[in-house]
């Protein structure tokens, strides 16, 4: 045999059965002998254009793929069936409604990845991500400098939103931290993070909302005065009182009111910076307890000066009684404000 | 000629691997973010490129190996040629597939391992002391009629692309 003759006309023989089986397996499959690979099955709760999901679509290419010459476009025929989606279009506020090009539906959709293949794959470019809740400021790279791909926070089949990976990738960055902040928050990541700040890089800037962190306030977790909230709504409605935090501290029980900076500061209780207008030490015994004037613990207002000396209540009255002075002798300051006998002013019983 | 692993005077091994070394190295780089779908820019060039080349690959040999024809240049340049765009085609076909062997693809592929395994065997194992061997008769019929089938496939894949996937969207 002449191999070369021979193997050319046996090479354009089996040329012509593998063409004529391809074009016989084409008809006979519906086309699906060009299928790339199996549809997916994903169901929604309602069926579309009377599909459960695209699997049913698996032998009938021309559902979704238009012949060339139809002037059909695989986006129409997508829209014709997604018809949710195609309402979203006009409306800039919707996810769809604000991607540029979005009825190139395969600009960010795919197929023919099996059974539970990913439906989306986008690069997400062209999202304005801000618009829904999230910005990506601080997202534009990774730890290591690499760029941020959608799959660093979307996945499955719908690519939705995966605060698992938020945690996976936060975790390797500070384990420890990020442990104790899943515990005292959840894991409700965008509950309370809208993407702004830069986590790890204590890029967030506490002076912004009005409270600036100053003293001991500066070393306590976000928890340790956010306690209840769960939002990011409820972050900035925080209340900046102090007693919302530290009535269980006081020791004046409420006493001296609710107006802590007026006697403290932020670096410590202790120390306190108290304008007592009243000289203490008025007598002859030098500063004394405060419990010697201020018998009552519930209310730091309240005074007495019938506790020392010799201001006994008879006493006082019978040489008030004498002056033709007061009807009042409990508030003894109104008139003795330095302390000493001779009343500074108030009234006299003339 | 020398029946070793990696002959060293065939230079065009040396090429077709170093070729291969820079599309892979390319295609690690693009796969950086997943593997280049093969209808994405990368896994479509990378197609392109492959069937471009295991069409030379497929005619220009033959063509020029003809006893009547003597040139353009020397024919054991050609079958260099042949050998260098026999290994890197199918290479960057293999890339362009994104490893995903279904249906046609999948056939084609597994025809293309075929010929590229009787073409190393039959450049590099056989002598030709075997001229007379019926064992190269066996190969010619192997090697040339499956590339024929090939060429055919690959024809119908690239009509299945144009029709199905090709300015629709």
Known sequence: ?350 | MTSGVLPSRSPELWWAFGAMGIATAGYLVAARSGLPGPGDLVGHSLGVAGFLLMAFAQVGYSWRKRPHRTGPGPAYRWLALHVFSGLVGPYLVLLHSAFRFRGLAGILSLLTLVVVLSGIAGRYWYRPSMDANPRRALWYLLHVPLSAAIAALAVFHVAGVLYYATGLR
């Open chain 1, 1 to 350: 045999m002449q191999p070369h003759t021979g193997s050319t006309r046996w090479g354009i023989l089996v040329a012509l059965v593998a063409l004529g089986g391809s074009a016989l397996s084409w008809g006979l499959s519906g086309g699906a002998v060009f299928s790339p690979g199996g549809l997916s099955g994903a169901r929604d709760s309602t069926s579309l254009g009377g599909i459960g999901s695209h699997a049913e679509l698996d032998r009938r290419c021309g559902a979704c793929h238009p012949g060339p010459f139809s002037g059909g476009t695989m986006s129409a025929r997508c829209l014709a069936c997604h018809t949710d989606i195609a309402g979203e279009l006009p409306d800039s506020g919707t996810l769809h409604g604000s991607l540029e090009g979005a009825r190139a539906c395969l600009a960010c959709h795919t197929e023919h990845r099996g059974r539970d293949g990913a439906l989306t794959r986008f690069e997400g470019s062209g999202i304005a991500h801000d618009r829904f809740g999230f910005s990506l400021a601080a997202h534009q790279e990774r730890t290591g400098g690499a760029p941020f791909l959608c799959t660093d926070c979307h996945g499955g089949r719908d690519f939705a939103f995966d605060a698992a990976r938020c945690e996976r990738c936060h975790r390797d960055e500070q384990p420890a931290f990020v442990r104790r902040h899943v515990e005292a928050w959840g894991h409700d990541c965008r509950g309370c993070h809208d993407g702004a700040d830069r986590f790890g890089r204590n890029r967030f800037v506490h002076d912004s909302t009005g409270f600036p962190l100053t003293g001991e306030h500066r070393i306590v977790e976000c928890a340790g005065c956010h306690t209840t909230t769960r939002s990011l709504a409820a972050f900035r409605d925080a209340p900046t009182a102090c007693a919302a935090c530290h009535q269980k501290d006081d020791r004046h029980r409420g006493g001296f009111g609710s107006d802590c900076a007026s006697c403290h500061d932020t670096r410590s209780w202790e120390g306190a910076r108290f304008d007592h207008t009243f000289p203490i030490d008025h007598g002859e015994r030098g500063r004394v307890a405060c419990r010697t004037c201020h018998v009552s613990r519930e209310d730091w207002k309240q005074y007495t000066c019938y506790g020392c000396h010799e201001h006994t209540p008879a006493r006082i009255a019978a040489e008030h009684r004498e002056e033709g002075v007061g009807r009042d002798l409990t508030d003894c300051v109104r008139c003795h404000a330095t302390g000493r006998e001779e009343g500074e002013g108030g009234e006299r019983e003339d």
